[in-house]
């Protein structure tokens, strides 16, 4: 179970975290959620079908994506976080590695810190979920988004990426987070080749056994594409739903994902199955 401020998510079922980007360049929704009207009508539309929380995020991290300033982010994520708050009470999380950002975030109405940087990128970042008493997610990645994608190299991928993941669990535990509230998520396509994210999801058990839930986000992913012989973000969600099933039978409980209705039906089967 994982206590939010907004309320518990039981994880013993996988649950779905609709994504909800307030940037101008995303590579899948980018554009599309800046406006506060509509950002709050696509976060009661994902909540409708299904979504048991939502990750609302103004900072790209696409391979390549420029960084901007915490004040650029604030101005994008604020409006936004507190036109979507008005309409759904599920918890939300803020997709940002900057303190300053995840703090006014948190006094805006965010439950759930979503740091791809595990706490890495800012310091103040592991203990102000602690001061907060709110979960944190800590991905892994390697490099940075400008750069991770220049020939990302693992003698051994999911060794390396658990053994990342266990080191800054261990860190966020010092920092005064307590254990329950921490997630943990291999970062598919952060610094990883199609064969890196494959393995990785084929061996998420390796990861679950850490003891913390675990996230995936593979939705409208690269490798997906690469997959299906170039297939476009708007193409690819058939594709993200056999890796979503594949994900879930192996441990995964949260679904980082755009397409909510179709995932619910795809969760609900997958996890049926592995529970059978
Ligand atoms: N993927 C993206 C962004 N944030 N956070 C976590 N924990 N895990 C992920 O896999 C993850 C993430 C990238 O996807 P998206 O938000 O759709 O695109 P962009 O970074 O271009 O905004």
Partial sequence: MLATRAGSLALDHPVLLGVLNATPDSFSDGGLHLDPARAAAAAEAMVNAGAAALDIGAESTRPGA?????????????????????????PLSVDTTKAEVAAAALDAGADIVNDVS???ADRGMLPLCARAGVPIVLMHMRGRP?????????????GEVTAFLARRAAAARRAGVAADAIIVDPGIGFGKTVAHNLVLLARLDALAALGYPVLVGVSRKGFLGTLL???GPGERTYGAAAA????????ARLLRVHDVAAMRDVVAVASAVARA
């Fill in 118 to 120: 595990a706490g890495r």
């Fill in 229 to 231: 012989g170039g297939a």
């Fill in 244 to 251: 979503v099933a594949l994900a879930v039978a192996r441990g």
């Fill in 66 to 90: 420029r960084p901007v300033t915490a004040r650029e982010e604030r101005r994008r994520l604020l409006p936004v976080l507190t036109a979507v708050r008005r309409v759904v009470s599920v």
């Fill in 146 to 158: 400008a750069t991770m994608q220049r020939r990302p190299a693992y003698r051994d991928v999911v």
